[in-house]
């Protein structure tokens, strides 16, 4: 009698949204219960959570590539990342450009109205961007 399957399941949340999947895997009967079920899926429960409990990402400024600029950069960090720097068109330009080659996903096209559109609104000129704390009560 060959040993009982049961399914791993894997997980990755980001923005709210659980991304599972699975492998199947072979285990001994001691390993499978109805209580590590039941535990791994309240884990779960609670890990996909999280991410809803945080505050949400302000919006970035009105402008033409706005849409487009939240799409490709709130893909990996919350906009909070980008409304905190203070760069010159160069900075900007080399901050895209290394995010284009990390993966953001940015339309060639649209490269240039990026960086136009970050140095404009996020210049080094520009007081810096108060933003609340994210964590309450944070023992230092």
């Known amino acids: 009698m060959s040993p009982p399957k049961f399914v791993l399941l894997s ?21 499978l219960s109805l209580l590590g079920t039941t ?38 960090h919350e906009s909070r990342i980008i409304i ?9 330009t080399k901050e895209v450009d290394k995010m284009i080659k990390w993966g953001a996903l940015v339309d060639p096209v649209d490269r240039d109205s990026f960086i136009e559109y970050l140095s404009t609104n996020f210049p080094p000129d520009k007081a810096p961007e108060q933003m609340p704390r994210v964590a309450a009560n944070k023992k230092r």
């Open 11 to 31: 997980f990755r949340a980001k923005r709210g949204i659980c991304f599972f999947s699975k492998a199947t895997r072979t285990a001994d009967s001691s390993s």
């Open 84 to 92: 905190q720097q203070r760069l010159s068109k160069t900075a900007w």
């Open 39 to 76: 535990k791994v899926a309240a884990v779960l429960l609670v890990l996909c959570s999280l991410p809803l409990l945080r505050a949400q990402s302000p919006e970035l400024p009105a402008g033409p590539v706005q849409a487009k600029l939240t799409t490709a950069c709130t893909e990996c």
